[in-house]
């Protein structure tokens, strides 16, 4: 706590000399009390009867978040549906067309409903297996270890049994992040993470306080993948960080090492046919990358779990969600501007990062269309310059792993604005030269290739809405228990 402390001055003295300097002050948290939780407790009521104040807060997590205060991340109305990013995103229902994430795929919502969620998705979301619970559940190690290999293909619903019936809908919970008997933070999923820092040459053991309010989060706001063997059953949970540095974990870098092995290729994009990778929540890699804050040594924690007073006392608000539904007061405790001035600079940031994520998105399912094209005209027996086309397939790869890679960060590209502009751009080079590459071999196949690219997007996104439906009543939609 002294260190937390210690920083957050340090920098309001840098960024602001004539902040307030009341913001300060010392946590009361009697660190003693850690003890008392026992060893190998995971449910949170049992560090909640210790730490009940933390406990509640963790709790809000299950309550929608505040509606109209964030512009891209809404919050929602009770009962109100979530957005699915493919509604907001139509060209990535094209894209994405060929497996789960092509059907469903929502914004996220709060830690309490990280299980639940899986189980009202879409079944082709979780059809990987066991492997799929690994940044969900805190039962996650134990289970790993105890399977083995197991746990990565045994079916999802399968490995979840295994839990007591009231735990098997707890998302991230104390365990996750904390040790029972120091409350310091720990890395309890050392067989994804504590494997993947090893790779980029950090030392766990010397991980400051500070540094872990981040590599804490590290745990499931990364992207991974899940290789396959030849019966397409799941092997393991991957980070592909290997040949990175902390501090420097670029998208070039995770391309490559998932173009590195067939094992990596997850999926079929049914519009190219082509066998893709994919990239989820980069949250921990985008902010890594030398962003203004990660530079600054700024946590995630620092922005989203601001100190809040309650009960006369102050604590780290466990209630983790958009920093700008809590009135950015997280901000506060380094920047001297008005929340309404920050958020200005947010929206800004990120209205930035989305006229080109739509340009490119677009630019990118054009591409897949003229591939689409391209194999008709192959199949119907006419030839095309396989040069050109091998030329075209690799920059489009190269394109869309960056658009998904910044499309699947969650912070529309406030977490690193310079470098989230830099991966679309050069998205939209590539995407623009596969583009001639693929027009000039189409036109000399004798193809006349239109100017504007008919995208049939109801095609994607309205047969996406049946699909919905025909899976719908498999669930058995529980709400999770918590004492
Ligand atoms: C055990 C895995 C895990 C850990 C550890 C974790 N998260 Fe999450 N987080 C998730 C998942 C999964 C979701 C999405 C839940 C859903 O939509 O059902 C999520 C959602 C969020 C959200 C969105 C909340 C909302 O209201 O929409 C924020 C913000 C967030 N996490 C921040 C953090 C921060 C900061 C840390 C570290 C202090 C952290 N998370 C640690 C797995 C984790
Ligand atoms: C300097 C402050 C800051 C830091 C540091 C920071 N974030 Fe964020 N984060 C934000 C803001 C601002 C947003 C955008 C929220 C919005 O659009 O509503 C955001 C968005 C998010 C979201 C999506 C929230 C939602 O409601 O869906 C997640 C998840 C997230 N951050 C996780 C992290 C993780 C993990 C880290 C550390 C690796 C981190 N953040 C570091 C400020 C920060
Ligand atoms: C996603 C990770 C995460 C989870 C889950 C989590 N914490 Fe924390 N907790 C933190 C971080 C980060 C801090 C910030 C202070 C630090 O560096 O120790 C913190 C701080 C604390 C502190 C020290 C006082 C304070 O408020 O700063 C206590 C006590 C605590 N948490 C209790 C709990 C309890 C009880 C639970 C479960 C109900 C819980 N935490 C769940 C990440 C987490
Ligand atoms: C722990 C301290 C800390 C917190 C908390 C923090 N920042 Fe910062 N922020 C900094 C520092 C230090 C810089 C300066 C980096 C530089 O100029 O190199 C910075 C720079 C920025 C910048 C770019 C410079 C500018 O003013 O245009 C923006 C925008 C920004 N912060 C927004 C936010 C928002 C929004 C939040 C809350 C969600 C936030 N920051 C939380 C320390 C912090």
């Known amino acids: 706590m002294q260190m937390n402390f210690a920083r957050r001055c340090t920098i309001l003295a840098i960024v602001a000399a004539t902040a307030i300097w009341s913001g300060c002050t010392q946590k009361k948290v009697e660190q003693m009390k850690a003890s008392q939780i026992p ?61 789960g994430f092509g ?12 299980v639940q969620d899986q189980l009202e998705v879409d079944p082709g ?7 799929c619970l690994t940044c969900k559940t805190p039962y996650a190690p134990m289970l790993q270890e105890q399977m083995g290999p197991a746990y990565f293909y045994t079916p999802y619903k399968e490995v979840l049994g295994r839990l007591p019936g009231d735990q098997q809908h707890l998302g991230v919970a104390c365990v996750d992040c904390h040790d029972n008997r120091t409350m310091e933070l720990r890395i309890a ?24 309010q981040t590599v804490v989060c590290a745990q499931c706001h990364v992207t991974y993948i899940i290789p396959k063997d030849k019966e397409m059953r799941s092997t393991d949970v991957l980070f592909p960080w290997s040949g990175s540095k902390q501090g420097n974990i670029s998208v070039e870098n995770i391309i490559k090492q998932i173009k590195s092995s067939p094992a990596n290729l997850e999926w079929t994009q049914s519009v190219t046919g082509f066998k893709m990778g994919f990239i989820r929540h980069p949250e921990y890699e985008l902010f890594s990358n030398n962003s203004p804050h990660w530079a600054a040594e700024v946590t995630c924690a620092d922005c989203h779990m601001p100190t809040i007073k309650a009960q006369g006392e102050e604590l780290s608000d466990h209630r983790i969600m958009s920093p700008l539904k809590s009135d950015l007061s997280a901000c506060a405790a380094c920047h001297t501007e008005s929340p309404d001035a920050l958020r200005a600079k947010v929206y800004s940031i990120q209205d930035n990062t989305i006229v080109l994520y739509l340009k490119t998105g677009y630019a990118t399912a054009a591409v897949a269309k003229l591939f689409e094209m391209a194999n008709k005209v192959e199949a119907s027996g006419r030839k095309i310059d396989r040069n050109l086309y091998a030329q075209a397939k690799e920059g489009y790869e190269q394109g869309f792993y960056r658009l998904v890679f910044i499309g699947a960060e969650n912070s529309t590209g406030f977490h690193n604005p310079d470098e989230a502009t830099r991966v679309l751009n050069d998205a939209s080079r590539y995407i623009a030269s596969a583009d001639a590459q693929l027009r ?27 699909k919905k439906l025909r899976f719908r009543p498999e669930h058995e939609i529980k709400s999770p228990v918590i004492k």
């Open 39 to 99: 060893d190998g407790a995971i449910d949170p009521a049992d560090w909640g009867k210790v730490y009940p104040l933390h406990y509640k807060q963790w709790k809000l997590t299950s309550e929608p978040t505040p509606a109209g205060k964030s512009k891209y991340k809404r919050g929602f109305d009770v009962g109100e549906e979530r957005r699915d990013k493919l509604d907001e995103y139509p060209f990535l229902a094209l894209l994405y067309n060929g497996w």
């Open 103 to 114: 059907y469903e795929y929502k914004e996220p919502r709060g830690h309490y409903f990280m």
């Open 125 to 131: 979301r979780i059809k990987a297996g066991g492997s």
């Open 189 to 212: 999923r050392q067989f994804t993470l504590g494997k993947a820092l090893k790779e980029i040459g950090v030392d766990q053991s010397k991980l400051t306080a500070k540094e872990k």
């Open 440 to 466: 000039r071999m189409l036109t000399q196949a004798g193809e006349r290739v239109p100017e504007k690219i008919d995208l049939e997007l109801p095609k994607y996104t309205e047969g996406r809405g049946a």
